[in-house]
């Protein structure tokens, strides 16, 4: 298959994969649709393309590990689960659902292919942390992929783990930064403005790509060229929006913590063909 229609699949899968996510956050009154639907794209071209693990064997010792830290969106995680085959799609029915394995933030609880618990913010990145330099200690070949969120990065465990990680020169760690512009409650900027970005990573020994993290060919460019410096840990920066796929939610922040409305679901079902 080439390359441009490689990446026409993955934008229809991508469609396929929010209407998934819809439908799972709908049925269990759930929240946090805007954070799953900004990094679908990035796991998607990751599962398809980049990362070296076989569904059928997700604990074998040298597969690649990827780390959800930013554990909030896992519904987009447990529904590309289900579509690689790393578990039956029926258990996404039950997802927050009372008693479910299936809960709403990444939670190591049986389900293969989740690596870490997290969900409280500024704790994946740590554990990616020590899962890479323990491959570098063992001479392993894996690499190791963390996908944090930009609120994350007020937090001062990441910031310890980025200075570690620079320090013991871990070039098989990729940290991938859903840049989407909102944290809980306002703008990053806002908050805690975390400009100049991609110079602070660079001041802590790390090699730097910066993307539109919804575009497949800029992710396919950057993840082609890991590592991108030998002997520097690596990090995307992935321009997103928050809610991308659907207008009613893109770069909205009121549906951080609400679910979908019977409004914005005529919407949703409109633009994704429902």
Known sequence: MSKDSSYTSLIVQAKGIRKTILSMIVKAHASHIGSAYSIVEI????????????????LDPGRDRFILSKGWGVSALYAILAEKGFF??????????????????????????IEATTGSIGHGLP??????LAGKIQ?????VFVLVGDGECNEGSTW??????????????????????????GRIKDVLNLEPFAKKWRSFNWSVKVINGHNFNEISQACSSIPFK??????????????????????????????????IIKIAEKELNI
């Open 139 to 143: 001479q392993k070949n894996y690499r």
């Open 230 to 263: 030998k002997n520097q840990p690596n990090v995307i920066i992935a321009h997103t929006i928050k809610g991308k796929g659907i207008s009613a939610l893109e770069d909205d922040n009121e549906w951080h913590y609400r679910t979908p409305t019977d409004e």
């Open 88 to 113: 039956k799609k029926e258990l996404l029915d039950s997802y927050c659902l009372n008693g479910s394995k299936l809960v709403g933030t990444a939670t190591r609880n049986g389900i293969p292919g």
């Open 127 to 132: 554990i990616g942390v020590g899962i890479a």
């Open 43 to 58: 796991l998607l071209y990751l599962y398809n393309e980049e990362l070296k693990i076989n569904p059928k064997n997700p």
């Open 160 to 185: 310890e783990a980025i200075l570690q990680a620079g320090q013991y020169k871990l070039d098989n760690l990729v940290i991938i930064v859903d840049y989407n512009k909102w944290q809980a409650y």
